[in-house]
Structures are given as C-alpha cells and as structure tokens.
C-alpha cells in the first residue's frame, strides 16, 4: 500500500529537497490523484531518517532560519525500489459531490445544476491543466499527467451526457413536493 513514507522516498529520489520542497513537489505533481498532509510529511521523514533511509543537512540560510535538506541513502532507494513492486492497491474515490448527487431528490433542481456546472468546468479547467503537463516531462510523467487528463474529460463528458438523471429527480421530487404541500429535507420550501 502506498504511503506517505513512500511518497517521501520517491519525491527524494528525484533530488535533495527540505521538508518544505517535499510538499511543495507532492502539491504540484501528485496533487491530481494523491493527498498527503503536510502535517504527516515530517514524521515520515523522521521515520525515514531513524531507519536510514533518508539522511539530512542543515543548511544555513541569510536572514532566514537554517533548513533541513534531506538526501536519499542507497537502502533508502531500494527500499523505494521495493516499495514500488508491490501491486498498487485499488484506487479508491472520495467525493462529496457523488454523495450530494446521491441525495439529488432532496435539493432544488436548480442547485442540482449549479452543482453540476461548476464540476464540469472544474474538470475540464484540471483536464486542461494536466495536459500542459502532457506536453513535457519524462516519458513516465506524461503518461501520468495524460491518463489524469482522461480521467477528467471523461467525467465531464459523463457529466455532461448524464446530468438529465440527477436534475430531473431533484425537479420530479419538487414537483412532487410543491403538489403535496411541501417538501422535507435540505429542499424545503425551494
């Protein structure tokens, strides 16, 4: 199972970074399909560093306080090695979106909509961005960034095709609602 430690490791693996730079990497390359919190980046490092897979320097800086470099050791790189054998587990997908398109019946067909709108611009503002990122790179990180990209054009597309599912249940359970007198739930009085 990927973690954070391991995420660490490959981030180092691409150059000597400060606990800063490591997030700073992981926010603009894996921000698309991964999320680690930068809280849990330094215990991970000091993990890292007490089992010898990553060393550190501090570096002094001019009228900054002095930083903490860390390096990848040789264990540390087979131990990344090792760690990326392992088959990836299942990707798993959080939304709150899918969880308010769930309950679709109880909102205002109008915000229903809203919703929608403001999802499909969001994926193709994001699918637009990865394919920049599409454009350059290693080999390896433009299959990342051009099967992100498709990731997110195709949930556009589906959006865009399906929404007439979830907008006229939300408009159904409305009209429903205004013919019985009212309606329960977050929709009341919509």
């Known amino acids: 199972m990927m973690d954070v430690r391991t995420l660490c490791l490959g981030v180092l693996s691409l ?4 606990g800063y730079e490591i997030k700073k990497r992981l926010e603009n390359v894996f921000s698309h399909f991964y999320d680690a ?17 990553v060393r550190s320097e501090t570096e002094q800086q ?11 050791t040789v264990e540390g790189r087979l131990t990344l090695v ?9 990707d798993r997908v959080r939304s709150e ?15 229903v909509g809203e919703m ?6 969001e ?8 394919a920049e990122r599409e454009a350059r790179g290693t080999a390896a990180q433009r299959f990342v960034a051009g099967y992100g990209r498709a990731l997110y054009e195709a949930a556009a597309s589906y959006l865009e095709d399906n929404r007439y599912l ?3 249940e939300a408009l159904l359970a409305q009209i429903d609602g205004d013919r019985t007198g009212g309606r329960t739930g977050a929709g009341a009085g919509n």
């Open 37 to 53: 919190s930068f809280g849990s980046i330094y215990p991970a490092l000091k993990r890292l560093q007490t089992e010898g897979l």
């Open 62 to 72: 001019a009228k900054r306080p002095d930083k903490k470099v860390y390096s990848l």
């Open 82 to 90: 090792r760690e990326l054998n392992n088959p990836p587990g299942r």
């Open 166 to 168: 979830v907008e006229s």
């Open 123 to 130: 994926h193709r503002s994001l699918g637009a961005e990865l």
């Open 116 to 121: 929608i709108d403001r999802r499909i611009a």
């Open 97 to 111: 979106f899918l969880v308010a398109m769930f309950f679709a019946d109880l909102l205002p067909a109008g915000q």
């Open 15 to 18: 150059g000597d970074a400060s």
